[in-house]
């Protein structure tokens, strides 16, 4: 499969995990594992990201900066959740405060399993999101809407402001 005629670059989002995904992650730019080579840069600006990486699990209140960077990445965009807090909310699902993981505000495309997530399958998960975005791409110059799982919950505004 032929992907992106540019590198993929990607933003990463802690919404509240342990750190545990979070180093992980960030060994994936070490030179042990460097994904710099393929191009693939983390950046900070939503607005220039095609990949969108989050850890840990979401909340009454990280849920609408999960939904606000999600809305700024322009189209077509990948969402990969990283580790088992990102995909079901994880050891933290029963907490009072933890709604589940990442699906449960945005449609997410690949769920690299683990606790801590290896840096072997985060960039596994990032290359199948590669496939995915291309897929997007291909699609939306065909004129042709890919199916996306309908956000579980509508982000609301707490009462007094986030
Ligand atoms: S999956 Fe494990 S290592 Fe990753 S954020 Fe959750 S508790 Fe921490």
């Known amino acids: ?24 992650i960030l060994a ?22 095609d990949i969108f990486v989050v850890t840990g699990s979401v909340n009454e209140r990280n849920k609408y900066v999960i939904k606000n960077i999600y809305d700024q990445m322009p189209d077509p965009k990948v969402v990969v959740a990283v580790g088992v807090c990102a995909t079901s909310g ?3 699902r029963e907490c009072y405060n933890v709604s589940g993981g990442v699906d449960m505000i945005i449609p997410v ?19 199948k999101a590669l496939g995915i975005l291309e897929e997007k791409r291909t699609a939306a110059v065909m004129g042709v809407t890919r199916e996306q799982p309908a956000p579980a919950a509508p982000a609301e505004k707490p009462a007094g402001g986030a």
Not at 110 to 123: D, K, L, N, Q, T
């Open 109 to 127: 495309d690949v769920y690299v399993p683990g606790c801590a997530a290896r840096p072997e399958s985060i960039i596994d998960g990032i290359v």
């Open 28 to 49: 994936c730019l070490t030179p042990m594992y460097d994904v710099e080579r393929f191009g693939i840069i983390n950046t900070g600006n939503p607005k220039h990201a």
């Open 90 to 92: 994880g050891v933290f």
């Open 1 to 24: 499969m032929a992907y992106l005629q540019k590198s993929p670059w990607l933003i990463h989002y802690d919404a509240s995990s342990c750190n545990g995904c979070d180093i992980e």
